[in-house]
């Protein structure tokens, strides 16, 4: 009962597309589309898509730093709580957004092309243009079976560690 998307590339494919409109124009309804392709792509096809998936894609999942799950777990709970009005109860206890902010100028992308929502965990502060290409370039990684699996982006994780938050401070 697919129309269009049969298998984990056509669904990357469809990633790509939400991407790319929003590096030209962000809002609301194409983000909620961008978040529910990435978790399910994540969580659903390229876990059952087995003959369709990259070969290196399950070991590039449990390889990835916990702080790259930590993204991926936050395009569940956006997606969750996006496409339900309450979320139940064992989606609130595995929740790890602690706030979704109010569009504001906190990073370069924002100052130059806009306030933009946030997105708060214990750990991290990512304005929605850092989710974005964090997840754009995660997906790029695990669908490319030329990289190794222990050679996770290095623009990745400077990104990631320019979202943590310093508790020190």
């Known amino acids: ?13 469809k990633l790509q597309y939400e991407k790319s409109r929003l590096d030209n124009e962000w809002n609301e309804y194409d983000f909620f589309n961008f978040v529910v392709t990435a978790w399910h792509l ?3 096809w390229i876990e059952k898509n087995r003959e369709g998936r990259p070969v290196k894609a399950m070991k590039k999942f449990k390889a990835s730093p916990n702080t790259m799950k930590e993204v991926i777990n936050i ?9 339900h009005f309450n979320l139940n109860l064992k989606s609130e206890k595995n929740k790890v957004v602690t706030q979704v902010n109010e569009p504001e100028i906190r990073d370069w992308h924002s100052y130059y092309f806009g306030p933009k929502y946030g ?3 214990d750990l991290a502060y990512y304005s929605v243009a850092d989710f974005i290409f964090i997840i754009g370039s995660y997906f790029e990684w695990i669908f490319d079976d030329e990289i190794e699996i222990n050679m996770f982006p290095p623009k990745l994780i400077k990104h990631l560690n320019y979202c943590k938050i310093d508790k020190n401070v």
């Open 42 to 44: 994540h969580t659903d």
């Open 75 to 83: 395009s569940r709970d956006i997606a969750n709580g996006s496409k």
């Open 1 to 13: 009962m697919k129309i269009g998307l049969s298998n984990c590339r056509d669904l990357l494919n």
């Open 119 to 121: 997105i708060s965990t």
